[in-house]
């Protein structure tokens, strides 16, 4: 099993990463999860340039995904301006030995299951996507709130 930092009290690190704009309760899940997967969580905050790339604007900026995140009380370290899509240098940087993400599909720009490389290397570790809510649910609503104080 892949582990980070050596010797007998080596520690199970994770690594995960996301956009983490309006953060809500699938994010904390989704840290919380991680969390429990290992000793020590590391969380990479998508860098600005990488999400319009490969999802369109984000609300806030790198740095105010960074301040919010780094609030957590599930999370060891932030990295700030990650890449969207991992790989074996950036957990190397982080001193991880694992990648984790959600059950959902995480597909970078160019169409390439991001995943795959650290499955393929056992260094890979999966959690539940919270159901029913997402950033996008979240824009919605907010989209729609304004709507209607528009017509009000």
Known sequence: ??????????????????????????????????????????????????????????IMDDRERCEIVSHCKFIDDVLE????????????????????????????SEGVDVTAKFREKNMYKEFARTPGVSTTDVTAKLLKVAELSLKA
């Open 81 to 108: 301006k990650a890449p969207y899509t991992p790989d074996f240098e950036i957990l190397k940087s982080v001193d991880c030995g694992f990648y984790a993400h959600g059950d959902d599909p995480c597909i970078d």
């Open 1 to 58: 099993m892949a582990t980070a930092g050596g010797g007998s009290d080596a520690q199970v690190k994770i690594y995960i990463d996301g956009c983490y704009d309006l953060i809500h309760a699938g994010h904390y899940n989704a840290i919380r999860q991680a969390k429990l997967m290992g000793d020590w969580l590391c969380v990479g905050v998508n860098s600005d340039a990488d999400i319009l790339k490969t999802k369109g604007p984000s």
